[in-house]
């Protein structure tokens, strides 16, 4: 359920207002000369909510990424990740075999 409140009333009423919130889930807008300004709610919301903005964070990100892929790389596929760690393990051994042959 949500409810409004004065700021007034808030600052009167806050530990009722707390309760509110903890024991029933509320949600408490309170209100400065009319308009909302502020708001109470149970901690598992917030949560949610902040979980919510991380998680489009990480898509904004991605996205920006992706935009920086084409920017670099145009239209060429990702090279093959196989092949690649193929290569690699082969340039280490030349590298481990004449370290060894000194």
């Given at each position: 359920m949500s409810r409004r409140v004065s700021a007034t009333e808030a600052r009167v009423h806050f530990g009722r207002l707390l309760r509110a919130v903890q024991e029933d889930g509320d949600?408490?807008?309170?209100?400065?000369?009319?308009?909302?300004v502020a708001?109470?709610?149970p901690i598992a919301a917030y949560e949610s909510m902040k979980n919510a903005d991380?998680?489009?964070?990480?898509?904004?990100?991605?996205?920006?990424?992706?935009a920086l892929w084409e920017r670099e790389m145009g239209k060429r596929q990702l090279p093959?990740?196989?092949?690649?760690?193929r290569q690699g393990r082969d340039e280490?051994?030349?590298q481990l075999a004449e370290t060894l042959r000194r």
């Open positions: 949600t408490i807008v309170v209100e400065r000369g009319g308009r909302a708001v109470i709610l991380q998680t489009e964070g990480w898509q904004v990100q991605i996205a920006a990424l992706h093959d990740a196989v092949e690649m760690l280490r051994g030349d």
